[in-house]
C-alpha cells in the first residue's frame, strides 16, 4: 500500500464505518493535562463563536497530521503520532454524551453507537474505535468508552490521573458555558458534537510499510508533549525486544508505571535506579547513556538484555515504592526510611535502594539507613553543607553497594560529611528552620525525644501515642507565631520564632489547646503532653529569649548523641 495523506474530517475516523485505531505498544501513555485540554476546548468554542449558526456548514478548522500504520492482517489502524488529540477529542465526547444522557437519551446513544464504538448486535463484545496502549486500555474503555459507567474505575498511575483530570475539566467547562451564556445542555452538546465531527480536520498520513510512515513520522514536528525519559527508555526497550517476549515485557513496565501517580516521580525513580548500576548522572543526559550502554557488547546482561533489564526496573520499582511507603519488615529499617521520607532527602533514596536490595542483613541495612540519615543531618540540616557534594558522596554510596561494598566501606565514604562535633553543637546552638521545612523540624524534634526517652524515665503518664508515629504530633511554637494576651513581643520575632528552642511536639488536642496561651498555662499543658521533650520546660518560670537560648544549648549537646558520628 503507498502512503496515502487525505485531509478528512475527525468524524471520518472516529465513525461507526471506520477502521479501528489502536495505539501500539511502543507508545506512551497518555500524558495531556488540563493545559492542552483547555486549549482545545478554547479552539472549538472560539470556532463556533466565529461562525454562529448555520454558517459554520462550510467551514473547516485544521488540527494538523495524524500518522498511522494500516495492518491489513488485524484490520486496524496503528496510530504513530495523533494519539493524544484522538483520545482527548473521545474524552469531550464521553462529555457531551453524558450530558445529553438524562433529556435525549437517544442521542447519548447515537454518540456512543457513533463516535465511540462500533456498531455490534446486541450482545456482542463491543469493539472501540479507539484503543489506548496497555497501560491506559482497562482505565480508558472503564472511564470514557463505557456507557453507562459500570462504577468507579481505579486510577493506578500518572495518566489514568490525567484522563480523569481531563474529563472533569470539560465537564466543569462545558457547564460553565451553558449558564453564562444561555445554551440548554442539548442545544450545546449537539453544536460541539457537530463541530467535532464534521468541521475539525486533519491530514491523515498512513501506509502498510512501516518504514515510510516512521519516516514521516521523524519529519513532523510534534504538537503534543516531548517523551520523558521513562518513555523513551520504555520504547527502546520494547523496540529491542523479541516478539516472543513482548507480552512479558510490557507486562514488566506496567508495573514500573505504577508506581506512582505522578510522571515526574518515576523519571526520578529511574534516574536513582541507574545510579545504582553507573554512578551519578544527570537527568537530562539519562535516556542517551541508558541507551549507549544497553548498545555496548561488554554491558552485563542484566542491563544489555531487554527481558532481564525491564524484570530488573519492575522489581527495583516494587522494591521503591516500598521504600518511599517506609515499608519494611524490620522496624529499624522502617523507622530510618520513614525520616528519610520526613526530612524529603531524595538524594539518600539511591543509597538506600541499594543496601535494601543487596544486603540480605536487616542489622547492616538499618546501620547504614541510619548512617545516611545521620549524614544528612549533620552536614545539610545543622551545618547548611553543599548539596552537590552530600548528592555525590551518597551517589557513591550506591554504586559501591550494589557492587559489593560492606557496611563499613559505605561508611567511609560518608564520613568526611559528617563535620566534628564542636561545628555540629556550635551551629545547632543557634539553628532555626523555617515553616517551610517542617520536616526538619519534625525530624529533630522527634529524634531528640527518641533519644530523651532512651536516656531518662518518664515519671508522669504516657502520651496519647508515642513518637513511633510521629504524624500524630504537632510541631507547637512556645513563644507564639503570632503573640496576643500574655505575651510581650519579642525584639527580632523573626529570628527567634523558628529557633529550635522555641519549638517542640505536642498532640494535635493539645496543641490546639495551648494555642496562644500564656506560658503559665503553657506549661501544664506540655507537661499533660507526657514527652520527654517536654520535661525540662517545667523549670522555666516564664519564656523569654534566654529561656529560649539555654534550652537550644541543651538541645545541642542531646543533638551529638541523638546523631552521632559513626
Known sequence: MPTIANAVPIGTLLTSSATPIVVPRVQRPYSWETGEAKELWEDIISFHERYPGKTINSREYFMGALVG????????????????????????????????????????????????????????????????????????????????????????????????????????????????????????????????????????????????????????????????????????????????????????????????????????????????????????????????????PSTKDDLRDPYKFSKSLAADAELYKAILGGIHSNSACSRWLKAIQTLQATSLLPAALSCVDEWGTATDQAALLQSLVTTFVRFSVITSGDSSSLESAVYKVAYAVRNKATLDEAQSILRPLLRSDDQVEENFMELSIPNAKSGYQRHLLTELENYFSTSTVLQSEGPEKSTGDSSVLWIEHIYPQHPHVGWDAWKGHEDLINRLGNLTLVHKKLNATASNKPFSVKKEIYRESGLHLNEDLRRYEDWSPSSLNERQRRLAKAALCAWPRF
Open 69 to 296: 500504520q494500516a495492518d491489513e492482517e488485524r484490520n486496524v489502524v496503528e496510530i504513530l503520532d495523533g494519539q493524544q488529540r484522538l483520545a482527548t477529542l473521545t474524552i469531550l465526547l464521553s462529555v457531551l454524551r453524558d450530558k445529553l444522557a438524562e433529556k435525549d437519551p437517544e442521542g447519548a446513544r447515537t454518540i456512543q453507537l457513533g463516535n465511540i464504538i462500533k456498531f455490534v448486535q446486541l450482545g456482542a463484545t463491543p469493539e472501540y474505535l479507539l484503543t489506548l496502549n496497555k497501560v491506559d486500555r482497562v482505565f480508558f474503555r472503564q472511564e470514557i468508552q463505557q456507557f453507562p459507567k459500570d462504577g468507579q474505575a481505579e486510577t493506578r498511575v500518572a495518566s489514568h490521573v490525567l484522563i480523569r483530570k481531563v474529563r472533569e475539566f470539560f465537564d466543569q467547562k462545558f457547564d460553565r458555558y451553558v449558564e453564562q451564556e444561555g445554551f440548554t445542555s442539548i442545544e450545546l452538546a449537539y453544536r460541539l458534537h457537530s463541530i467535532i465531527i464534521n468541521n475539525l480536520k486533519v491530514v491523515f498520513i498512513h501506509s502498510s510499510n512501516w518504514d515510510d510512515v516512521s519516516d514521516v513520522f521523524e519529519r513532523l514536528n510534534d504538537r503534543g508533549k516531548g517523551l520523558s525519559t521513562l518513555n523513551l527508555l520504555r520504547n527502546h526497550v520494547l523496540s529491542m525486544t523479541p516478539d516472543h517476549q513482548l507480552d512479558d515485557v510490557e507486562d514488566f513496565w506496567e508495573q514500573v508505571y505504577g508506581l506512582s501517580q505522578s510522571s515526574s516521580k518515576v523519571d526520578t525513580f529511574l534516574r536513582h535506579v541507574w545510579i545504582t548500576h553507573r554512578g551519578d548522572v544527570k537527568k537530562q543526559s539519562l535516556f542517551k547513556e541508558i541507551k549507549a550502554v544497553m548498545a555496548t
